[in-house]
């Protein structure tokens, strides 16, 4: 596991945007980053979930956290502007994003891999991750240090059969993170990504069912990069893809 303990309000006065915050790993992340002191924007496409993360982080006394439902299969440049100005007029300026929200769709032969279904999962786990961070680069400007952290993937470092669009989409992500950090170099923004390895969620589960999901770690606890990145701590780390299950 990746190494690292945050000072206990590391992340106080800090506004955190994670994306996929109803469930998985971007729930734990949206409650970690609560609990080190974080306003977070919780965005993600069922508003129960999102509801329900609401109310941890209210009852165990963080700092009042926002909702953002939003399907990022549907929205358009103009949800992502129309969000970051909202943003803007609420808080002033936005300290960090996690883009964590993520589809798999199917697992198939190349050959069975349909466009529809291709142009989905591009939409879903690259396009709208790209169109966010766009809309966001403003008011990101606005804090003392930015922090935007991509969701990489084993797949988007090293191909494997049948992983078709998720595995693409993953090495673009991994491409469109190198590239900004590139462009930001020396500004207050940088720009990361985590790959979280095998973790025990329903999209891991979709993938291996028969695996036995109480062998694999939790979300929570795959938390110190995610903290680390978002954290001071990591001012100097740009245009890195970092493993939470480190050796
Ligand atoms: P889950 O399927 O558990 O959670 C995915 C999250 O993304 C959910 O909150 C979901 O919302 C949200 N989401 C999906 N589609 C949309 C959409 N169209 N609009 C808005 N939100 C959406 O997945 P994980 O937590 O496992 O995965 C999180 C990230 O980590 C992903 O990027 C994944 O690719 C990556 N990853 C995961 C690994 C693992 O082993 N778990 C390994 C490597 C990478 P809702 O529930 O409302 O649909």
Request: charged share 20%; no cysteine; net charge neutral.
């Amino acid at each position: 596991m990746f190494v690292y303990q945050a000072a206990p309000n590391a992340l106080a006065g800090k506004v955190i945007l994670v994306t996929g915050a109803g469930d998985g790993i971007g729930k734990a992340a949206a409650k970690t980053y609560a609990a080190f002191g974080a306003t977070v924007i919780l965005l993600g496409k069922t508003t129960k979930k999102l509801e329900a993360v609401y109310d941890e982080i209210v009852a165990a006394g963080h700092p009042e956290p926002a909702i953002v439902p939003l399907d990022l299969k549907g929205a358009t440049a103009k949800h992502y502007k129309d969000m970051a100005a909202t943003i803007t007029a609420e808080f002033g300026k936005l300290d960090g994003v996690l883009h964590n929200a993520g589809i798999l769709g199917v697992l198939s032969p190349f050959e069975h891999i349909d466009l529809e279904t291709w142009n989905d999962i591009m939409q879903v786990n690259l396009t709208s991750a790209m169109l966010l961070s766009q809309a966001l680069i403003p008011v990101l400007k606005k804090a003392p240090h930015a922090s935007i952290v991509f969701t990489s993937s084993g797949v988007g470092r090293q191909g494997r059969a049948y992983w078709g669009p998720y595995a693409v989409s993953k090495f673009a992500t991994e491409g469109l993170m190198q590239l900004m950090a590139d462009e930001y170099e020396g500004s207050v923004i940088r720009v990361n990504a985590i790959n979280p390895g095998a973790t025990r969620t329903k999209m891991r589960n979709r993938a291996y069912p028969g695996e036995d999901q109480l062998s694999l770690p939790t979300a929570d606890s795959i938390m110190p990069v995610y903290l680390y990145l978002m954290s001071d701590d990591s001012l100097s780390v740009n245009g890195q893809s970092l493993d939470a299950q480190q050796k």
